[in-house]
C-alpha cells in the first residue's frame, strides 16, 4: 500500500513534554496537509505545504506548534510544552497541486496527554 | 468565517432502507464539495467529488449527492444502504475561487446499519 503513512499511530505523554509527529505522503504528492480531530467533530485544518513552502496556517497553530516539511517529502510536526487541550487524532493528508484534486489522508496520530 | 453544518449526528437505519445525511455551507462564492467516508478502524477516503458541471454527482458504493446552490446544500443519499456502509460520514468544503489547499470539515455523522 503506498498511501499516506503516519508514525507513531499512538503516543501518549505527560503534559509539558515535547511531542513530534512523522508523516510520509504519496510519494508524488506535492501537497501536505495537517489537521487535528477531536472526538465528536470532524478534522480542524492545521497548515498546509506545496513542495518545502509552508503556504497556509491556521489560528489554531498556536506558537507551541511547529511543522517543517524541509526537503518537500516528509513533513513533521512538533508541539511543545503539551497541554490537556492537545489531546486529539492529529491526521496528514497529501494530494497533487490543484483544485479538483482530493486529499488523502494517513491513518493519523493518537496523541494523548496525562 | 465559513462553516459546514451537518444536520444528523447519529442515524440508525435497517438494511435496504434508504439514506439521506444533510449538509449546507455558509461560504458565498464558488465552492468545491465533498463527502469522506470513514469505516471503523480505517483511515478517511473519498466518497465523491463536486467542482463544477451536473450537480448532481455520483460517488463509490452507490452514493451520490446533489449540489443545491441556492439552498447552499450537499446532502449526500443512497437508495438502499448495506450494513458494510456503516461508518461515519464527513461533508467538506473548499473555497473554490482561491489557492487554498485548506478543507473545512463537519462534525461528522454516525450511520449505523442494522442487518
Known amino acids: 500500500d503506498t498511501g499516506v503513512s503516519q508514525d507513531p499511530r499512538h503516543k501518549i505523554t505527560k503534559r509539558g513534554q515535547n511531542v513530534t509527529f512523522r508523516c510520509d505522503p504519496i510519494s508524488e504528492h506535492n501537497r501536505l496537509y495537517w489537521y487535528r480531530q477531536t472526538l465528536g467533530q470532524g478534522p480542524e485544518f492545521l497548515t498546509y505545504f506545496q513542495n518545502e513552502a509552508q503556504l497556509e496556517k491556521s489560528r489554531l497553530l498556536s506558537d507551541r506548534f511547529s511543522a517543517e516539511r524541509p526537503k518537500g517529502s516528509f513533513s513533521t510536526l512538533e508541539i511543545q510544552r503539551t497541554e490537556q487541550g492537545d489531546s486529539a487524532m492529529y491526521l496528514c493528508?497529501?494530494?497533487?497541486?490543484?483544485?479538483?484534486?482530493?486529499?488523502?489522508f494517513g491513518d493519523g496520530t493518537r496523541l494523548s496527554i496525562l | 468565517a465559513q462553516s459546514v453544518s451537518q444536520h444528523n449526528h447519529h442515524v440508525i437505519l435497517s438494511e435496504a432502507a434508504s439514506l439521506e445525511l444533510g449538509c449546507n455551507y455558509s461560504?458565498?462564492?464558488?465552492?468545491?464539495l465533498f463527502w469522506y467516508v470513514q469505516y471503523p478502524g480505517q483511515h478517511l477516503q473519498l466518497l465523491l467529488k463536486y467542482f463544477s458541471g451536473d450537480p448532481l454527482v455520483k460517488g463509490i458504493k452507490g452514493f451520490e449527492a446533489e449540489f443545491i446552490k441556492s439552498k447552499f446544500s450537499f446532502n449526500l443519499r443512497k437508495p438502499s444502504v448495506q450494513w458494510s456502509d456503516t461508518a461515519e460520514y464527513f461533508c467538506?468544503?473548499?473555497?473554490?475561487?482561491?489557492?487554498?489547499?485548506?478543507?473545512?470539515f463537519g462534525q461528522g455523522t454516525t450511520l449505523q446499519v442494522k442487518p
Open positions: 461560504y458565498g462564492g464558488t465552492v468545491n
Open positions: 467538506a468544503v473548499r473555497q473554490g475561487s482561491s489557492n487554498t489547499g485548506k478543507l473545512i
Open positions: 493528508a497529501s494530494s497533487f497541486e490543484g483544485e479538483t484534486q482530493p486529499q488523502h
